[in-house]
């Protein structure tokens, strides 16, 4: 089959020359409806046909063809997608695709599929929270990093080493923990054969909240610790600032007991020896106010 385009004043579309009854209905990712409609609004004659190859191998093959980001089409069709003349959206955030009174383990199983804003083009898969369902205290970071990206876990690069070491230091052992992000994507540039870390902009933040606001809601802590300023200022406002206002508790709506810290990251951002000492140091101490609280 060959496929070719119409020129009309309204949105692309896919039409084909030969006339064929009405197929059945069929199902496809959400991903894919998302990524046909940029790649479909990208100035690439050839992108009818890749549609068209793209969507059968979909449905007739691989339903979950998408993530397999070393497929050639997919890279292609991704690459389509992201070109300067591609359509473009605001990104609707995750409140559509959660699932209302949903616990953990299906919060996770649905927070795979989300494409509520651009940072799931690029990232490996959704990095949900991890642990006890039951916690009694759950730990909030920025974002997964690399590692963290490329096995769907958080907290299991060097930052997760450092948050590891403080919490044997003051007996908390990470198994009846829940460790998660507000951001389930990682955001990053590449340079040369690195990926390096990039913050999320605040958009990108509002859009996924209410996957950190459903976590939280499904099971309701006692103590929420913000590591770092971004999950410090969800919780506590845009004034919150780490070097002032870190280790001390206050209630709020989703924990009678929350306090911040700084992220594990910080200590090996540290200048020296002597400064990631310190950091270290203080990071051990509020975590040792958890761990007595």
Not at 52 to 71: G, M
Not at 212 to 217: K, N, P, Q, R
Request: proline share 7%; with cysteine.
């Amino acid at each position: 089959m060959r496929w070719r385009e119409i020129a009309q004043p309204v949105q692309p579309s896919l039409v084909a020359e030969a006339t064929a009854p009405p197929p059945g209905v069929v199902k496809v990712p959400r991903q894919f409806l998302d990524v046909a409609r940029r790649a479909a609004a990208a100035p690439d004659p050839t992108r009818w046909q890749l549609l068209y190859e793209t969507l059968w191998r979909v449905v007739h093959q691989n339903h979950d063809l998408l993530a397999d980001t070393r497929d050639p089409a997919v890279r292609r069709l991704s690459a389509l997608a992201a070109s300067p003349g591609a359509g473009s959206r605001e990104a609707e955030g995750a409140a559509p695709f959660i699932p209302a009174g949903a616990g953990i383990t299906e919060l996770r199983a649905a927070a795979a599929r989300c494409t509520g804003c651009d940072l799931y083009r690029h990232a490996t898969q959704t990095v949900f929270g991890l642990g006890a369902a039951g916690a009694r205290i759950v730990m909030v970071g920025e974002q997964p990093g690399d590692q963290e990206d490329l096995k769907g876990a958080p907290f299991v690069g060097p930052a997760g080493e450092v948050l590891d070491r403080a919490l044997a230091d003051v007996g908390l052992d990470r198994q009846s923990l829940y460790v998660t992000n507000a951001v389930k994507h990682f955001k990053f540039e590449e340079r040369g054969k690195r990926r390096i870390h990039q913050t999320p902009r605040a958009n990108e933040i509002a859009a996924c909240r209410p996957w950190l606001e459903a976590e939280l809601a499904a099971i309701h802590p006692e103590i929420l610790v913000c590591l770092g300023a971004t999950a410090a200022r969800i919780v506590f406002g845009d004034s919150f600032r780490i070097t002032r206002d870190r280790g001390r508790f206050a209630p709020t709506r989703w924990a009678p007991k929350t306090i911040a810290t700084y992220h594990p990251s910080a200590v090996l951002r540290g200048q020296d020896e002597a400064e990631q000492a310190q950091l270290y140091a203080m990071l051990v101490d509020d975590l040792r106010k958890i761990a007595t609280a």
